[in-house]
């Protein structure tokens, strides 16, 4: 079945600094999602990426989707206190179910 | 727009017990919605789908007679978790489809305690 990897599991950095996290999946997608769960909270929708190559933008936070749509990636620069939580990609086949990255958890300290 | 409720937001309950948990749509309808089972600092992993009008379709390893879903109407699917165990106790999240689009909304989840 899909398999979809996110890297690292784990990241502490300073605020300020930047952070990027890494999806890559076994099989094309045919969309992408990112997600941000705060500890203790539920996941809320960050984005969703479908075209090949597509990047997008939302204020600090900047998306791109691979050229074979395989691959995906998140970057926050200048992070804040506030960007603390789990962030996960979630890889759609087509078929309308998606399938979870293991989360990138972020942890910024002031 | 596109608010899930999910009730109740934490359960705990002896072993044995059944536990209904509901998932609403709010401000919109849902033919799908998803039943996910979150660990401790771990993913999110899909349990079922939930169509409205239809059978659920459990994911491999997921025992159906074990965690029911209803999906009655159009804004309403409910897990039950039956005669729960110890090994039970986790994260329990909905989500929903809103309208044509693939986005999936989340519930604020529900946290399963058995004793």
């Known amino acids: 079945g899909q398999q979809v990897m996110q890297i690292p599991q784990y990241q502490h950095v300073q605020e300020g600094e930047d952070f990027t996290t890494y999806c890559n999946s076994s099989t094309t997608l045919s969309n992408i999602q990112w997600y941000k769960q705060r500890p203790g909270g539920h996941p809320v929708f960050l984005i969703q990426l479908v075209k090949s190559g597509e990047v997008k933008k939302q204020k600090r936070l900047t998306f791109q989707f691979g050229e074979a749509k395989k691959n995906s990636s998140l970057h926050i620069t200048a992070t804040q206190t506030t960007d603390v939580g789990t962030y996960f990609c979630?890889?759609?086949?087509?078929?309308?179910?998606?399938?979870f990255g293991k989360g990138t958890m972020l942890l910024v300290s002031p | 727009g596109a608010v899930v409720s999910q009730h109740p937001s934490r359960v705990i309950c002896k072993s044995g017990t059944s536990v209904k948990i509901e998932c609403r749509s709010l401000d919109f309808q849902a033919t799908t919605m998803f039943w996910y089972r979150q660990f401790p600092k771990q993913s999110l992993m899909l349990m079922a789908t939930?169509?409205?009008?239809?059978?659920?379709?459990?994911e491999q390893g997921v025992e159906k007679d074990k965690f029911l879903i209803n999906h009655a109407s159009l804004t309403l699917s409910t897990l039950t978790v039956t005669s729960a165990h110890p090994e039970d106790s986790s994260f329990y999240i909905c989500?929903?489809?809103?309208?044509?689009?693939?986005?999936?909304?989340f519930g604020a989840g529900t946290r399963l305690s058995v004793l």
């Open positions: 989500s929903a489809l809103a309208g044509s689009s693939n986005i999936q909304y």
């Open positions: 939930s169509n409205e009008g239809s059978k659920a379709t459990y």
């Open positions: 979630a890889g759609d086949s087509g078929y309308s179910t998606l399938t």
